[in-house]
């Protein structure tokens, strides 16, 4: 361990001087250009030694020697070698030189049955002749083709060459393999529309009877339907909740002891077993010092746990061995009122209450955080929610999803995609649009309006709250002022003219303290710090959630830990089938 440290500290004092990397920014970009210009003879025998190696490709290589000694010059740090855009150049360097020596190959097989003789002969003459053709992908090139040619024969070296340049662009870019096949037949749908479109023109329009009306798809949001419950699925007990409450209990029994350890006097106010944490709350009668009993807790206590004090109240949140999961059928049912509102249960907290949000009188949400820390489901629960409680001919839903998150919901929700400035002009012209209808009969809010229609004080169409949801939208700071500026007089009208937002967040990118002051719920999942920016969100507790819903509300100044409702890809696919049929 001291070795250990004390080599640290070593590397610390040793640091380079920009000199250094100057020196060796200077020296690679006088090589490059020396072998690149043929100059001299050192140009003249590193042309041939990389033409040897890397064939016709070889400026490749010399290029890459050109970047990296600019690369030291101007920026002077050492370059990641083990970078993901490095492996992915040194991938896709393969894939070309490997493809390069086909021609090489074809050649040398007409020749002669011996094309391994055949192929070194010509570097061979190249090397003493200095002259040559092609050269392919030169010895490594022909060294990786005669390796595969011969395990998997002429095709297997295609193959391999296009699933390492496959590899080589996806570590390049930095995107997985599925994610770039899920970006290219996201796109490919569109041009399944528009020939689509011009077949169904050809095979019904073309001679048809102009004068028939054509039957248009009728939205399911014109429907007097609802959900029932039923459609999802019921609760199953799960013996692990019995395991988990036995631990929970030694759990307890470790803090208690650890507390007499220190002589503290205090009184065990509760405990309470959650979906993924365990809250032990202690009131404390005389001064501990905290930092030593964590200390402590943290040699006997195994899982992870997190701790705060407050007005001598200390709460420990300890994580579950056995997770449970908070199914859609019992958020439901735990609900005093179910049907016709708009009280949306979000979740239930570490203490066992159930969280409701009267999204009628708080229309505006914040959801922030990572990929895959349960906000997809989140959304896709309360949607599904909403469909349970209120009937669907009442409201209109919305989804601005560049992403195709949920694309799922296509046939039912109207999915936009596009610039999110045009969508947001179009979504303050539908504002303006109620808020003039609402001065033109002296009227001051969305309910009010709706309200008179119904005692029939007001002859006028029911109006629909509208519920829009925007999936994380990244933003330069170009465009950021205006994007911001439209969110705040959405915001601000929300209530009067009956539109929610539900706006969702990836990184910080749409976050600074407006747009947080603006949102009245804030919802926080799992973070990533490298792509949250701690001193916009203030909100350290959200780096260490569990994930798969584990989420923290922040609404009416107080804080709540709570688990979020899971909804099963099945029970998504029941939702759609009844809402169309």
Not at 11 to 27: A, D
Not at 421 to 449: A, H, W
Not at 487 to 501: P, R
Request: charged share 20%; net charge positive; hydrophobic share 45%.
């Amino acid at each position: 361990m001291a070795k250990e440290k004390k080599r640290k500290v070593d590397e610390v004092e040793k640091k380079e001087t920009l000199f250094y990397y100057e020196i060796i920014g200077v020296i690679l970009i006088v090589f490059s250009t020396t072998v690149l210009g043929k100059f001299g003879r050192i140009g003249s025998f590193f042309t041939l030694l990389f033409k040897t190696c890397f064939g016709d490709w070889y400026w490749l290589f010399i290029l890459f020697v050109l970047f990296l000694g600019i690369y030291n010059l101007f920026l002077h740090k050492k370059f990641d070698f083990k970078s993901n855009v490095f492996i992915g150049f040194c991938f896709i360097s393969l894939s070309i030189l490997l493809m390069s020596h086909f021609p090489l190959h074809n050649y040398a097989a007409k020749e002669t049955n011996n094309y391994f003789s055949k192929v070194w002969s010509i570097y061979k003459t190249y090397l003493n002749e200095k002259t040559a053709d092609y050269l392919g992908g030169g010895v490594i090139g022909a060294f990786l083709f005669y390796l595969i040619f011969y395990l998997f024969g002429k095709y297997g070296v295609i193959l391999c060459a296009i699933l390492i340049f496959m590899l080589g662009f996806s570590l390049f870019i930095n995107k997985p393999i599925i994610d770039i096949f899920a970006f290219f037949t996201s796109k490919a749908k569109y041009v399944k529309k528009y020939t689509g479109n011009f077949a169904n023109f050809f095979k019904y329009e073309l001679g048809s009877d102009k004068r028939r009306p054509h039957k248009n798809k009728e939205s399911i949001f014109l429907r007097n339907i609802s959900l029932p419950i039923r459609l999802f699925d019921a609760n199953k007990a799960d013996a692990s909740y019995v395991m988990q409450d036995k631990i929970s209990g030694e759990n307890k029994n470790l803090i208690l002891s650890i507390l007499n350890t220190f002589g503290a006097e205090y009184k065990f106010i509760d405990m309470k077993v959650s979906y993924k944490v365990t809250t032990y709350k202690i009131l404390l009668y005389t001064y501990l010092d905290i930092k030593m009993v964590v200390k402590k807790l943290q040699e006997v206590i195994v899982e992870n746990f997190f701790y705060s004090k407050i007005n001598n109240v200390l709460t420990i949140q300890v994580t579950n061995q056995y997770e449970q999961i908070l199914t859609m059928n019992e958020i439901l049912l735990k609900q005093n009122s179910l049907l016709n509102n708009y009280i949306v249960p979000i979740g239930i907290s570490n203490c066992d209450f159930l969280i409701e949000v009267d999204i009628a009188k708080k229309p505006n949400f914040l959801i922030v955080g990572s990929e895959n820390s349960g906000i997809k489901t989140f959304i896709s629960a309360i949607l599904s929610i909403l469909f349970s409680k209120v009937l669907v001919c009442n409201y209109e839903l919305e989804i601005f999803d560049i992403y195709n998150d949920f694309e799922k919901y296509n046939d039912i929700i109207d999915i936009r995609r596009g610039s999110i400035l045009e969508f947001l002009d179009l979504l303050i012209d539908d504002v303006n649009s109620r808020l003039d209808t609402f001065k033109k009969f002296e009227i001051f809010s969305f309910t009010e309006y709706n309200r008179k229609i119904e005692m029939g004080l007001l002859n006028e169409t029911y109006m629909k709250r509208k519920i829009i949801i925007i999936n994380h939208v990244n933003m330069n700071k170009e465009t950021f002022s205006f994007f911001e500026n439209k969110i705040m007089y959405i915001n601000q009208s929300a209530i009067k003219s009956g539109i929610n937002i539900f706006l969702i967040c990836r990184n910080s990118s749409i976050i600074n303290n407006v747009v947080l002051s603006v949102f009245e719920n804030k919802m926080f999942f799992k973070c990533e710090k490298e792509k949250f920016d701690n001193n916009i969100i203030k909100n350290d507790n959200s780096y260490y959630l569990l994930g798969n819903g584990d989420a923290i509300l922040e609404s009416d100044n107080e804080t709540t830990r709570l688990q979020t409702p899971l909804i099963t890809s099945k029970e998504i696919e029941k939702v759609i089938k009844f809402l169309l049929n």
